[in-house]
């Protein structure tokens, strides 16, 4: 199973990215999925997640700026991020659940956001 991660990179405060993570070596469908961050010398702290009827849940610091959503067809889920942040500067890891009640399942490699002027 490999989960890979894109479109991060430095964008202004203010601003939009908008990250996706491409499952292979397993069907997504039914999986609940995933976002993690962490910033620099922080634990890593859960962002938002989905599950496989697409039921979004979000932390609260990231309600109402950023939407995850997923494509079991395409086999990814994605992450949109508005009105951006320095705080929101961190390596976003996508996460797939095999089993959430336990927290186990898969990581990818990560992929890094900065939010700099």
């Known amino acids: 199973v490999q989960l890979v991660e894109s479109g991060g990179g430095l964008v202004q405060p203010g601003g939009s990215l908008r990250l996706s993570c491409a499952a292979s070596g397993i069907s997504v469908n039914i999986y609940r999925m995933g976002w993690y961050r962490q910033a620099a010398g922080k634990q890593r702290e859960l962002v938002a997640t989905?599950?496989?009827?697409?039921?979004?849940t979000y932390a609260d610091d990231v309600k109402g700026r950023f939407t995850i959503s997923r494509d079991n067809a395409k086999n990814t889920v994605s992450l949109e991020m508005n009105s951006l942040k320095p705080e929101d500067t961190a390596v976003y890891y996508c996460r797939l659940y095999t089993d959430y009640s336990r927290n186990r399942g898969y990581w990818g490699q990560g992929t890094q956001v900065t939010v700099s002027s």
């Open positions: 989905i599950t496989g009827g697409s039921r979004p």
